[in-house]
C-alpha cells in the first residue's frame, strides 16, 4: 500500500484537485447555470495565493482564505450580470470572463509574470491536506443538498419558470451558486498553486475547461459521488490506456458524447440513483409484505 | 496607415462573417451552440492541403473541401445532436458533446500533421498587388472580398426567396408549428448543418491561403472571434453577423496597430461583455431567434 | 509505441548474446523521457530521436566497455505535468533507472525537476531554463541559458552589423520565447540599440497583416522576431507582402533554426540572420558524420534538436561511464560526474561542451544566414 502511494502519489493528488474543480462546476450546472467560469475562478485563486506568497510575507494559510475570497467576491458580481442572461447565453458570458481573465495575466506582466506566470511557489500542500480540504468541501456540499437551498437548486435546474412561479428569487439563487461555485473554485487554485510550484496563465485555458467539465458530466450533475467518479475515471483512464495516450484528447471527446447521449446523468449520479431506486423499491416490498402479513391474520 | 489597416480589417472580418454565418444559423433553427465549428473550420482547410498536395487542382480541391466539411457538419448533427435534440431541453447537453466532437477533430489533425504548422506549397494562388488610391491590396484580398460577397448574397437570398428558405425560417421560428404545416424539420436541420459546415471550410482554405498557414489548432480562436460576433450581431441574426464580423474585423486590426500590444483579446471579450449586459440580444436585434434564446 | 518496444526488444537481444560473452556485464540503465506527443512534441519527439541514434551507436562501438551497455527505453509524457510527475514518480520507485534525459521543456521541465530533487533522482532536462538549475542538485539543463546564447545574436545586431532602431515582434504566451526575447531586448538596449516597438503574437495567431502593416509604414533598420520558426516564416513573409523595405535586416534566435523555417519562408526568408547550435549537414567530421547516420537512419535531415538530444546523450554517457569507472555507480555517482563534464566531443555549437561550476552548460552558438535557401555561417 505504500509502495502503491509513493508510486502514485502525483494521480492521487491531481485526483483529489479535480474533484475540487469538479465541485465548483457541479454547484452552478446544479443550479441550472450554464457556467464555465471555473477555470477563470481557479486562475484567481491560484494566482492570488501564489503572488502573495512569493511576494509577500502572508502567512500561506491566510493566502488560500484570501485566494477563496476574492473568486468567491468576483463569482458574486459575475452573477449579477449573468442573472439577466438565460442558456447559451451564460455559457458565451462565462467563457468571455475566462478570456479576460487569461488576456489580462498575460498583459499584467509586472503583477502576474505574464506568460512566465509565476515560479519558486512554496511546496506547501500535501496529499492529506487536499484529502482534509475535499471532505470539508463534500461536507459542505453535503450539508446544501440536504438544505431547502439544495431543493431550491433543484428546482432551477429542472424547471425554471416554475420555480419562479413558486415565488423563488431566482437571481438571489443564481447568485449564491457562483459564489459558493467561485469560493471551491479559488479554494482548489489556490491549494494547486500551493502544490505545483509554478503557475502559468496557460494551465487556465481551454484544455482545463474541458478536463473539468468531463469530470462532471462523466460523474455527474447533482451528487457528491458524481465528480468523485468522474475525476476517479479520468486520473486512471491514461494508466490503463497507455497506449491510447497519443489519442488522450480525443477518448475525451468520445467520452463527452458518449456519455451525456447515452447515460446523461453521468456514471456517479446514476449509482446513487440506483441505489436510491433499490433502497424505494425495498420499502415497497417492505410495506407490501407488512399489508399481506396484515391480510393473511385478518 | 489608417486606411491600409481598415483594408487589412476588412478582408479579415469578411472571413469571419463566411465563419460565423454557419455558426448562427445552426442556432438560428436549432438554437443549440455548435463548439465543433471551429473544427469543421480547421477540417476545411486541412482537406484543401491535402488535395493540393496530392496534385488536385485548388479550385477542385476547394470544392471538395467544402463538400466534405458540409458532410463533416452533417455528421456532427447525425453523431452529437439528433438524440439530444429529439430528448428535449438539449442546450447544454449539445454544448458538451459539441465539444466532443471538436475535441475528436483536433485530435485526428494533431496526428495527420505531427503538430506541424502547414502551409499551401507557394504559387497555389498567384502573388499579385496592386495599388488602389495607396493602398497595397493583393489579388487574394480582392478575390477574398468578392467571393465572401457573392456568397453572402447568395445566402440571404437563399433564406429569403426560396421554398427551403421559407421552410429553413419555418422551423427557427416554431419548429412543430412547421411540422404541422408540412416541413420536414430533420431536413432542414441536414440543409443547415450542410451549408455551416461547407462556409465554415471554406473559410478555412481562404484563411489558410492567406495567411500561410494551416494548423490543428487554428480553429480555436476562431471560434472565439465567432461568440463575440453572434453575441454582438445578435445570435441567430444573418445581417447582425456580417455587420458584426465586419466590426470585429476592423476594430481588431486597429486595437493591434494603435493600442498597446496583449490587451486585443480583454479588450474584445470585454466588448462582448459589454454588449451582454446591455443588449443581450445583440446590438442588431434578433430577428429569427426568440428572445432569450430558450427552446419553444 | 511501436517505436518504443522496437528499442526494446533490440536492446534486450543485444543483452542476451552478451550475457554469454563476458560474465560481468554491466547494464546501465537510463531512461529517455520526452514529450513525444502534445505541445512541445516539435522538440521531445527531436531529441529523443537524436538520443536514441547516440545510445544505440555508443553501444555497438563498445563504448561503455568490454560487455557492459546502456539499457535505454524512451517514455512520453505526452506534454503534461500531470504524466511527467507521476513517469518520474514511478521511475524513481524503480531502483535500476540511474537517470532521467527529460523531460522536455515549460512547466514540464520544471516539474520533473521538482520530484526528481524531491526524489534525488538525476535529470537532465533539454530546456534552458536556469530555474530548473536553481531547484536543486539534482536537475540539470541541457541546453544553454538565454544569457549565454543571446549575447551571439545581440552583439550581432549592434557591432556587427551596427544597427540602432529596432522593431521587436515576440510570443506572448509562451514562458521560453519570452524569456529569450526579454534578454534580447535588455542586450541590445546596453548595447545603445533603440527599441521601436515591441509587439506580442499568440502562438495559435496566423493573421499577421494588421502588425505587418504598422511595422511596414514604420521607421526601424532592423526587425527582430522571436517566434518558432514556421510563425516567424509566415510573419516575415506577411511582413514582406505588406511592403517592408526589402533591404531592413531581419533576425532571430535559436528557434529559427530549423529547415522548417525556410521551407515555409521560401525566397522571403533569404537573408535573414539567426543563431543556431546546429549546422544543416554538420560543419565538422564528427557532426558531419552524424548528419549522414541520422539521415541514413531516418529517411530525413538532422534538425537542430536532433543534434541537441544526439549531444546530450554523448554527455550523459560520459557521465555514467565516468562514474562506473570511479566505482561509484548510484545515482548521486552519475550525478557527480555528470555536473564534472567538460569538453566532451558534440555535434552542436563549438563541438565541445561542458558544464561549468553552477552546473550551466556551454557548447557555443554560431550567428547563421539563410543563403541561397540554406543556412551559411554568417558573415564576421
Given at each position: 500500500?505504500?509502495?502503491f ?6 494521480i ?54 484570501l485566494?477563496t ?21 451564460q ?7 475566462v478570456q ?6 498575460l ?11 509565476i ?49 423563488v ?61 468522474g475525476?476517479?475515471i ?6 490503463i ?9 480525443a ?13 446523461p446523468?453521468?456514471v ?31 | ?18 465563419f ?79 465539444i ?8 485526428i ?9 502547414l ?32 456568397l ?84 441567430g ?60 | ?39 512541445a ?24 566497455g ?15 505535468r ?39 533522482f538525476?535529470?537532465m ?44 515582434i ?28 515591441q ?59 530549423s529547415p ?54 554523448q ?66
Amino acid at each position: 500500500m505504500i509502495q502503491f502511494y509513493y508510486a502514485y502519489q502525483p494521480i492521487i493528488d491531481f485526483f483529489l484537485l479535480s474533484v475540487g474543480f469538479g465541485y465548483s462546476q457541479q454547484i452552478a450546472l446544479r443550479a441550472g447555470v450554464f457556467s464555465i467560469a471555473t477555470a477563470g475562478f481557479a486562475a484567481l485563486g491560484s494566482y492570488c495565493v501564489a503572488i502573495l506568497a512569493t511576494k509577500t510575507g502572508v502567512p500561506i494559510f491566510l493566502t488560500v482564505i484570501l485566494g477563496t475570497a476574492l473568486a468567491a467576491a468576483v463569482g458574486g458580481l459575475l452573477a449579477l450580470p449573468l442573472a439577466r442572461l438565460r442558456g447559451a447565453f451564460q455559457a458565451i458570458a462565462t467563457l468571455a470572463f475566462v478570456q479576460i481573465i487569461l488576456s489580462l495575466l498575460l498583459y499584467g506582466e509586472g503583477f502576474t509574470g505574464g506568460a512566465l506566470g509565476i515560479v519558486g511557489i512554496p511546496r506547501e500542500v500535501n496529499t492529506w491536506i487536499l484529502l482534509i480540504v475535499v471532505g470539508l468541501t463534500m461536507y459542505v456540499m453535503w450539508n446544501i443538498g440536504r438544505s431547502g437551498m439544495g431543493r431550491v437548486f433543484n428546482a432551477l435546474r429542472q424547471e425554471e419558470s416554475v420555480a419562479s412561479s413558486l415565488g423563488v428569487n431566482i437571481g438571489k439563487y443564481h447568485i449564491i451558486a457562483f459564489i459558493i461555485s467561485g469560493a471551491v473554485g479559488g479554494l482548489f487554485g489556490g491549494l494547486q498553486s500551493l502544490y505545483t510550484f509554478q503557475i502559468e496563465p496557460h494551465n487556465y485555458g481551454f484544455a482545463f475547461i474541458v478536463n473539468v467539465l468531463t469530470v462532471v458530466i462523466l460523474g455527474g450533475r447533482t451528487t457528491l459521488l458524481g465528480p468523485i467518479m468522474g475525476a476517479l475515471i479520468m486520473a486512471i483512464l491514461p494508466e490503463i490506456a497507455r497506449p491510447l495516450a497519443e489519442y488522450r484528447q480525443a477518448v475525451n471527446g468520445v467520452i463527452l458524447i458518449l456519455v451525456i447521449t447515452f447515460l446523461p446523468n453521468g456514471v456517479g449520479d446514476e449509482i446513487v440513483f440506483w441505489f436510491r431506486r433499490r433502497k424505494q423499491a425495498r420499502q415497497q416490498q417492505h410495506r407490501a409484505s407488512e399489508k399481506e402479513a396484515r391480510d393473511a391474520v385478518s | 496607415m489608417l486606411s491600409q489597416q481598415i483594408l487589412n480589417g476588412l478582408v479579415s472580418g469578411s472571413v469571419y462573417a463566411l465563419f460565423s454565418l454557419g455558426f448562427t444559423l445552426i442556432f438560428g433553427v436549432q438554437k443549440l451552440l455548435n463548439f465543433a465549428h471551429g473544427a469543421t473550420f480547421m477540417a476545411g482547410a486541412f482537406i484543401a492541403y491535402y488535395c493540393t498536395i496530392s496534385g488536385l487542382p485548388f479550385l477542385l480541391a476547394i470544392g471538395f473541401s467544402m463538400l466534405a466539411t458540409g458532410l463533416i457538419a452533417i455528421l456532427i448533427d447525425l453523431i452529437a445532436f439528433r438524440t439530444l435534440r429529439n430528448r428535449g431541453n438539449a442546450e447544454f447537453p449539445a454544448l458538451v458533446s459539441s465539444i466532443g466532437v471538436d475535441l475528436i477533430l483536433v485530435s485526428i489533425a494533431q496526428q495527420v500533421s505531427k503538430t506541424q504548422v502547414l502551409n499551401f506549397p507557394f504559387g497555389t494562388f498567384p502573388i499579385k498587388f496592386y495599388d488602389l488610391f495607396g493602398l497595397r491590396i493583393s489579388l487574394l484580398q480582392i478575390v477574398i472580398l468578392a467571393v465572401v460577397a457573392v456568397l453572402v448574397a447568395a445566402l440571404i437570398f437563399y433564406l429569403r426567396k426560396t421554398t427551403f428558405g421559407r421552410q429553413v425560417r419555418a422551423v427557427a421560428t416554431n419548429e412543430r408549428a412547421a411540422a404541422l404545416l408540412g416541413v420536414n424539420a430533420q431536413s432542414v436541420y441536414l440543409q443547415t448543418f450542410f451549408i455551416a459546415g461547407a462556409l465554415a471550410g471554406l473559410a478555412g482554405v481562404l484563411i489558410g491561403l492567406l495567411f500561410n498557414s494551416i494548423q490543428f489548432l487554428m480553429g480555436e480562436p476562431y471560434m472565439l472571434r465567432a461568440f463575440v460576433v453572434v453575441v454582438i450581431g445578435g445570435l441567430g441574426s444573418v445581417q447582425g453577423a456580417i455587420v458584426a464580423s465586419l466590426l470585429l474585423g476592423v476594430t481588431q486590426s486597429l486595437a493591434v496597430a494603435y493600442l498597446p500590444s496583449g490587451l486585443t483579446d480583454a479588450i474584445i471579450f470585454g466588448l462582448l461583455f459589454l454588449v451582454l449586459l446591455v443588449r443581450p440580444n445583440g446590438l442588431f436585434g434578433d430577428i429569427n431567434a426568440v428572445a432569450g434564446g430558450t427552446r419553444q | 509505441m511501436k517505436f518504443k518496444t522496437l528499442m526494446l526488444s533490440a536492446t534486450s537481444a543485444a543483452a542476451v548474446t552478451l550475457a554469454g560473452v563476458a560474465a560481468h556485464a554491466e547494464d546501465y540503465k537510463v531512461v529517455i523521457l520526452q514529450s513525444l506527443t502534445g505541445g512541445a512534441a516539435f522538440i521531445g519527439k527531436n531529441v529523443a530521436d537524436g538520443a536514441v541514434l547516440a545510445a544505440e551507436e555508443l553501444n555497438e562501438k563498445g563504448f561503455f566497455g568490454e560487455g557492459n551497455q546502456m539499457v535505454f527505453s524512451v517514455e512520453d509524457d505526452a506534454t503534461d505535468r500531470t504524466q511527467t510527475l507521476s513517469l518520474i514518480t514511478r521511475l524513481a520507485a524503480d531502483e535500476d533507472v540511474l537517470m532521467v534525459m527529460g523531460p522536455t521543456s515549460g512547466s514540464v521541465a520544471m516539474a520533473g525537476a521538482n520530484v526528481a530533487n524531491e526524489r534525488e533522482f538525476p535529470v537532465m532536462t533539454t530546456t534552458n531554463s536556469m530555474e530548473v538549475v536553481e531547484n536543486g542538485p539534482w536537475s540539470f539543463i541541457m541546453t544553454q541559458p538565454a544569457s549565454i546564447t543571446m549575447p551571439f545574436i545581440a552583439d550581432y545586431t549592434a557591432e556587427t552589423l551596427g544597427l540602432e532602431r529596432c522593431a521587436i515582434i515576440g510570443v506572448k504566451d509562451n514562458e521560453a520565447y519570452v524569456a529569450l526575447q526579454r534578454m534580447y531586448e535588455s542586450l541590445i538596449t546596453e548595447a545603445g540599440v533603440e527599441i521601436v516597438s515591441q509587439d506580442g503574437v499568440a502562438l495559435a495567431d496566423s493573421d499577421f497583416s494588421a502588425l505587418a502593416t504598422k511595422i511596414a509604414t514604420s521607421d526601424q533598420d532592423c526587425v527582430f522576431i522571436g517566434t518558432p520558426a514556421a510563425q516567424g516564416a509566415n510573419i516575415i513573409l506577411q511582413l514582406k507582402q505588406a511592403g517592408l523595405d526589402p533591404s531592413t535586416p531581419i533576425l532571430g534566435h535559436n528557434a529559427f533554426a530549423s529547415p522548417t523555417f525556410i521551407e515555409k519562408g521560401g525566397a522571403a526568408v533569404e537573408d535573414v540572420y539567426l543563431i543556431g547550435a546546429w549546422v544543416p549537414g554538420g560543419d565538422d567530421d564528427f557532426s558531419s558524420a552524424f548528419a549522414e547516420s541520422f539521415e541514413a537512419k531516418m529517411g530525413f535531415p538532422a534538425d537542430e534538436w536532433n543534434a541537441m538530444g544526439y549531444s546530450g546523450m554523448q554527455v550523459v554517457a560520459h557521465a555514467v561511464r565516468d562514474a562506473a569507472e570511479a566505482g561509484n555507480l548510484t545515482r548521486d555517482g552519475v550525478r557527480q560526474a555528470l555536473g564534472e563534464q567538460k569538453d566532451i566531443p558534440v555535434v552542436v555549437g563549438t563541438h565541445t561542451y561542458s558544464y561549468d561550476e553552477e552546473r550551466v552548460p556551454y557548447f557555443g552558438m554560431k550567428v547563421l544566414q539563410v543563403k541561397d535557401g540554406a543556412f551559411t555561417v554568417a558573415p564576421e
